[in-house]
């Protein structure tokens, strides 16, 4: 008898155990703005004006309820002399663009060919015609170094989408 109630015990605890990691993985998971600015990681930050050589495409992200339309590229140049990399949001305007609709921007950057990346971002908008960049983060001629820049767009409703450019 001892021996199935700690069998029991013992499955019981794995199961708690499993169930806290699991639920605990995703708290830890979450990026925010702050794990690459301010130099941390080693971004950098830039202004929402710079532009850069567009890189790794981009695209649109579209909800249809309320209507918006935000566009969303990668790009690289020279940031205090080393050439970087950062993703640019620019959010629609007039009719492409709902009171109600938030974009979001973030730039995943993997130095060991994604098998894990550091997330910038995401940064947030809730304005029409607003232009808006990650930090940057330096290229680098190792093909183990890799970015991608990907969009999202919400409404205070149920409609969500979200792209991502290819590595780079």
Do not use: E, K
């Not at 794990?35 to 567009?54: E, K, M, V, Y």
């Not at 960049?133 to 890799?146: K, L, N, V």
Request: hydrophobic share 40%.
């Amino acid at each position: 008898m001892h021996s199935i109630r700690r069998i029991f015990s013992v499955g019981a605890a794995a199961l708690v155990l499993g169930a806290g990691l699991v639920a605990g993985s995703s708290g830890t998971a979450q990026a925010a703005p702050s794990d690459c600015t301010g130099g941390a990681n080693g971004f950098t930050d830039i202004p929402d004006s710079l532009s850069g050589q567009g890189v790794a495409g981009a695209g649109a992200v579209v909800i249809d309820n309320p209507h918006a339309v935000a566009s969303y590229a990668m790009q690289a140049g020279n940031v205090g002399g080393r050439q970087m990399a950062w993703g640019v949001l620019t959010t629609g305007s007039g009719g492409n663009w709902s009171p109600t609709a938030r974009g979001l921007v973030w730039m995943d950057v993997t130095n060991n060919s994604g098998a894990s990346w550091i997330q910038c971002g995401p940064f947030t908008t809730f304005s029409a015609g607003a232009r808006l960049t990650t930090a940057a983060y330096p290229t680098s001629s190792s093909a183990s170094r890799a970015f991608r820049v990907c969009a999202q767009v919400t409404s205070l409703g149920t409609d969500s989408n979200i792209a991502c450019t290819g590595w780079w």
